[in-house]
């Protein structure tokens, strides 16, 4: 079923288990409460499509996949720090100077 809100998000929902299927470019992202249908997936596409299986994701759309005991969490950590890296990058002086604040 196709997402009504972001096109290129499809899912499908079998009784208690999910498909959720992630196009972006040129990748796909595939997200399922039961892994057999994963391989199931992947045999249907490669029919149709050249593909090349990256493994486990670890990352996607500038988020950091964790994997817990009670599934998945993302965090934008790994992108903040890649932004103040740059930031400082730039200006490397910015953070050295003490901030003087006036309240009124």
Do not use: W
Request: aromatic share 10%; net charge negative; glycine share 4%.
């Amino acid at each position: 079923m196709k997402n009504k809100h972001d096109k290129y998000i499809y899912s499908k929902n079998f009784d208690n288990d999910y498909i959720i299927f992630c196009l972006c470019i040129d990748d796909i992202l595939i997200l399922v409460t039961f892994l057999d249908a994963i391989q199931g997936i992947k045999d249907s596409l490669s029919l149709n499509f050249d593909m090349k299986d990256l493994g486990l994701a670890d990352m996607t759309l500038g988020m950091k996949i964790f994997r817990t005991p009670n599934g998945i969490a993302l965090s934008h950590s790994h992108s903040i720090e890649r932004m103040l890296h740059n930031l400082i990058s730039i200006t490397p002086n910015l953070f050295l100077h003490p901030m003087i604040l006036q309240f009124f």
